[in-house]
């Protein structure tokens, strides 16, 4: 969906026009979900940014929650010591700038910011679900060279890695129970 975003009265405005991935929540929060490891939530109405995990919480998801909040502190749109764990399990929220003119709403800044950032990440998370397809497609249309023909395999008394008579618990010696 495509956004337009006008920053600046009446005098001094300048279009930005932004295509993001983005709903309005009942309140009045914006609601992005372009990134690929986290959904990103920003709340005019209480000044903050907020990033959720989008499925699981990993060392991805807090790389990306990390890079976020350095992008926006280092264009000063968040405070720096604001940056902490949020209510929700796996997020983190930082509060937005102040700005010193009233010509500028520090929530459209931090939405064009937010965009920017998306679209530093887009190349690094495109690549990812690219590589992980990719190994999908292997796993289920293999080469030649990597899979066999039904009935191809050749027959022996001893296959595979679990040798029939050994006890296998926590308390078994291996080697003394053979048959």
């Not at 890079?67 to 749109?77: A, C, W, Y």
């Not at 929700?88 to 700005?99: N, R």
Request: aromatic content about 8%.
């Amino acid at each position: 969906m495509t956004i337009k975003v006008t920053i600046g009265k009446e005098g001094d405005q300048a279009v930005v026009r932004l295509e993001m991935n983005i709903r309005k929540a009942i309140n009045g929060d914006l609601m992005i979900f372009d990134h690929g490891d986290i959904d990103i939530v920003l709340s005019p109405s209480n000044n903050t940014v907020v990033a959720f995990p989008k499925e699981t919480m990993n060392d991805l998801v807090y790389g990306a929650q990390n890079r976020l909040f350095t992008h926006l502190h280092k264009r000063g749109i968040v405070i720096p010591e604001s940056i902490q764990a949020a209510s929700f399990s796996g997020a983190f929220e930082a509060k937005l700038q102040q700005p010193f003119k009233e010509s500028v709403s520090s929530a459209k800044m931090a939405l064009v910011n937010i965009s920017q950032f998306i679209d530093e990440e887009r190349p690094y998370f495109e690549s990812t679900e690219a590589i992980i397809s990719m190994s999908d497609d292997e796993l289920v249309h293999p080469d030649n060279t990597d899979s066999t023909e039904l009935g191809a395999v050749p027959q022996a008394t001893d296959k595979g890695s679990i040798r029939p008579g050994y006890v296998r618990d926590s308390y078994g010696i291996n080697y003394m129970y053979t048959i």
